[in-house]
């Protein structure tokens, strides 16, 4: 059996004795169980030509003699000047800012795993970020763990299924070993030999793993409220030339239920937040443009209340937390608005409609805008820095443990209602009180319903379940769809149209990169339905026909995705709901997407009754329908200069979901 003896050489699992005639040295604690006796033998040097080492035979590149190194026929003295693994030191590990902390910290362990095995480790900051790829702004790191050739090699094959097996604290991203692949997404623990095939990089760097984003690192510092708010008053002028004053901004109220002494559930206003970060209720915000300058207000303490619910959060208390340059309490900024006003000659301050109280005077100032500081938010909100990417990525591994849980207990189950409080106290565990909208857990024909929302029908004689659910984290969303056979087993009609709409999802993912047009995007979705429609015989006839027609709008009626922030549906899709066309007309983004933005894509293939009568009444689509029953996968993902990163990582592999499922 192979092992890794010091100094990271190549070894075999022998007796001492046996060892000891081969003349190696042995170390223990390298061999399974290291029973009495058993240790990992290495040679530090064997006679091949002039000098060389012992290796396995399929980690040596170079010339290799048999016979010189103790163990099996499969150890070779191979010559120390071959490349391959056998006495590589391992290289320096890279810096915080060259890499991210969480890349070195993955570096570290790596390297301290495999002594000698890691042969390079790649992390780059050299190109602009977002750049090409995730190198450019330091979030991934290669381990290189082969030669240049890609030959799987033991040390190789053994550091690819120990990064698989310590993912959890790897943060692992994927794995590339011997042109397979594996995937913590999508991809269940198993030996490489039963990794996926990967497609042909065209590329002899084969086996390497990439780490994902360290979202908790990022996470510990503050929200980026003063970088937003200077965005968002740079927007405005652009707008208003040479524009001077303020930009005002309240939270949400506290509000009590009608007819009643308890209070709305609270969400906070999507605007305030962006500027502050601040979860408060009963606060506002004033931004000075010309001095860059942010103050935040807070409610003071009330002494009535104090009794009921505790002390409130203090000024100083929100100045080490928030990203703000004063803190002051609500009943002085009206007095922070006329100072504010004085200061210029003419000034203007720039508020939303219907979102100042009643008791806020702009009296001091020159000019009143309401025109522009809600677009000017709305267009800032598109595109996403490193901590509100971190913030969905959150929420999205949340979710993801979620969306797991309630796969592995599905199947005992008795109704709708059961697996949405699972889902919800799995979130609520993990540190998210609020879900991102409305989830739906629709079992059999109700998945049919887009939005379906009772989530409490019986269970049994359904083949399916629809869980289309996300958790929000700090105001931020995710959005995940999943679609699986509530009993463990796909049956073949349910397998064959979940691969279809798989196959669109993926290819549309692949199609994702700066500046695409999300209408291409969308029209590529409906070829790939069009293509598995017809090789499933469920339409017939010429694909640009029934392109040309629309007819597939009827089983795939709605949008590709939608871009994804701190609201579902967030931000700067500029839809166009009046669009002749069918086959646009639901797409809730339109135009080219820019780096950093954030998208979901959630294809799917719909044989719903209501939707398809009226295709079926129409002679030009009546010959190519059929009916059944829905399936639907959804992502999210952030665009990037040359593709997109995929912040979901649940399960969408139906051999592995049918495995999850039916062991649970």
């Known amino acids: ?22 003349g190696g040295v042995t170390v223990t604690g390298r061999c399974p169980a290291d029973p009495a006796g058993i240790k990992c033998c290495t040679k530090a040097s064997c006679a091949n030509t002039s000098a060389g080492n012992c290796r396995w035979k399929s ?15 499969q150890m070779m003295c191979c010559s120390s000047s071959a490349t391959g693994f056998g006495g590589y030191k391992a290289p320096s590990i890279p810096a915080v800012g060259g890499c991210k902390s969480v890349a070195v910290s993955g570096a570290k362990k790596v390297v301290a795993a495999f002594p000698g095995h890691v042969r390079e480790i790649g992390c780059t900051r050299g190109c602009a970020c977002p750049g090409t790829s995730d190198h450019c702004c330091g979030k991934a790191v290669d381990f290189m763990c082969s030669d240049g050739g890609g030959v799987p090699t033991m040390s190789g094959r053994q550091i690819a299924e120990w990064v698989m097996n310590n993912r959890g604290t790897l943060n692992l991203k994927y794995v590339i070993w011997g042109q397979k692949i594996w995937n913590p997404s999508v991809d269940g623990v198993k030996a490489w030999t039963s990794w996926r095939d990967m497609e042909d990089r065209k590329s002899i760097t084969q086996n390497h793993c990439t780490r994902a984003m360290d979202y908790n690192t990022i996470l510990q510092g503050k ?23 303020v930009l005002y901004l309240e939270s949400r109220m506290t509000k009590l239920l009608e007819d009643n002494d308890e209070p709305e559930p609270f969400r906070q206003r999507r605007a305030f937040y962006y500027l502050t970060g601040c979860p408060l209720a009963d606060s506002y915000v004033v931004h000075d443009m010309d001095a860059d300058k942010t103050t935040l207000f807070i409610p003071p303490v009330d002494p009535e209340t104090v009794i009921w619910s505790g002390l409130p959060e203090s000024a100083e208390e929100a ?76 929420a999205n591994a949340v979710s993801e443990k979620a969306h797991r849980t309630v796969m592995e207990k599905v199947k005992h189950a008795k109704n709708e209602r059961e697996l949405e409080a699972i889902f919800l106290s799995s979130c609520i565990a993990a540190g998210a009180r609020n879900q991102a909208y409305h989830g739906i857990f629709a079992g059999g024909r109700a998945a049919a319903t887009l939005h379906y929302v009772h989530n409490n029908a019986p269970l049994a004689g359904k083949l399916n379940l629809l869980l289309d659910a996300g958790a929000e984290w700090d105001c931020y969303a995710s959005d995940i769809t999943r679609t699986f056979p509530i009993n463990g087993k796909f049956t073949k009609e349910s397998r064959a149209i979940y691969d279809i709409v798989l196959k669109m999802q993926l290819e549309c993912i692949a199609a994702l990169k700066e500046d695409v047009l999300w209408d291409d995007v969308h029209l590529l979705a409906h070829k790939v339905a069009i293509d598995g429609l017809l090789a499933l015989g469920i339409l017939k006839g010429d694909k640009e026909e029934i392109l040309a027609n629309r007819t597939s709008v009827a089983f795939f009626p709605h949008g590709l995705g939608h871009y ?47 939707i398809i009568e009226p295709f079926l009444k129409d002679p030009k689509h009546a010959k190519f329908i059929d009916a059944g029953v829905l399936e639907k996968i959804e992502d999210n993902l952030v665009i990037t200069k040359g593709g997109a990163e995929n912040l979901t990582t649940t399960l969408k592999d139906a051999d592995e979901i049918e495995r999850i499922i039916s062991s649970s």
């Not at 980690?59 to 026929?73: E, I, L, M, R, T």
């Not at 309490?329 to 301050?349: P, Q, R």
């Not at 639901?586 to 954030?598: E, F, I, K, W």
């Open 564 to 610: 994804l922030g701190m609201d579902t549906h967030d931000t700067g899709g500029n839809p166009n709901y009046a669009d002749k066309d069918a086959l646009f007309r639901y797409l809730r983004v339109r135009g080219r997407v820019p780096a950093g933005s954030v998208v979901t894509v959630e294809p799917g293939i719909y044989f719903c009754n209501f």
């Open 59 to 73: 980690d040596c590149a170079g010339s290799s003699v048999s016979n010189k190194c103790p163990g099996p026929s």
């Open 223 to 245: 929200y980026p409220a003063k970088r937003h708010a200077k965005r968002v008053a740079d927007y405005v002028r652009s707008k208003v030339p040479d524009a001077t004053g």
């Open 1 to 22: 059996m192979p092992c890794i003896g010091s100094g990271g050489r190549a070894g075999v699992c022998l007796s001492s004795s046996a060892c000891t005639a081969g």
């Open 319 to 394: 100045m080490q937390k928030y990203d703000v340059d004063d803190v002051k309490y609500t009943n002085d900024v009206n007095a922070e608005l006329a100072h504010v006003a004085g200061l210029k000659a003419k000034s203007t301050i720039f508020a939303i409609p219907n979102q100042v109280s009643d008791h806020i005077t702009f009296l001091g100032f020159d000019d009143k805008n309401f025109a522009v500081l809600k677009e000017a938010i709305d267009v800032c909100r598109v595109v996403k820095d490193e901590f509100e990417l971190a913030m969905i990525a959150k």
